[in-house]
């Protein structure tokens, strides 16, 4: 991904204590990423960005739609999401961000990047399993629906009327116990 500068925090200038980051994250984020699995975005990120003397604080929630297809139907839809990643900066000898929740910068590092943290915390805030709210009550109505209703199987009907007589008297041994 390109480095974006919107996403790049120049902490060496920031007093000690909280600052306030906002970020709105649409579609052309995503394709920063090579990531082209959602329609749309519309997601608001809030970054309180904790600085203090020998590490940084970085408190990140997301809330938001993405537009993606129904996993059942196809149909594209607007599917809510909200999440939180807490994040803690330090420096060492070394950059090392194999730690989820952990990031270490080298010493005289002055900026640090927070694109890819916002990203991968909206990717794992989406459910595997994508389905229309439509589908879930039952007020979508779409081709497909139909046509799953049609080669649904259909209930058998137990016709009273050709059950043997006989049948009835071996029930009766059932209950008269």
């Known amino acids: 991904m390109n480095i974006q500068k919107d996403f790049l925090i120049p902490f060496v200038g920031l007093k000690l204590g909280k600052h ?8 052309k984020f995503f394709e920063g990423f090579e990531f082209d699995e959602y329609n749309d975005a519309n997601i608001k990120v809030e970054l ?3 600085k203090k003397s020998t590490l940084l604080e970085l408190a990140f929630k997301h809330k938001g739609t993405i537009n993606v297809p129904c996993d059942l139907t196809g149909e594209d ?3 809510p999401i909200k999440g939180k990643l807490n994040l803690i900066v330090k420096f060492g000898d070394a950059f090392n961000n194999e730690n989820d929740e952990l990031l270490i910068l080298p010493h005289g590092e ?4 927070v694109a890819q943290y916002i990203y991968e915390m909206i990717v794992l805030s989406v459910p595997s399993k994508r389905i229309h709210p439509g589908v879930k009550d039952g007020t979508l109505k779409t081709e497909a629906i139909e046509k799953l209703n049609e080669l649904a199987p259909k209930e058998q009907h137990k016709e009273e009327e050709n059950i043997d007589p006989r049948w009835d008297k071996l ?3 059932l209950t008269d116990k």
């Open 20 to 27: 306030q980051f906002d970020y709105q994250i649409d579609k």
């Open 48 to 50: 309180v960005f904790d």
């Open 77 to 79: 839809f607007d599917l």
């Open 110 to 113: 002055f900026q640090v990047d």
């Open 171 to 173: 029930k009766q041994l």
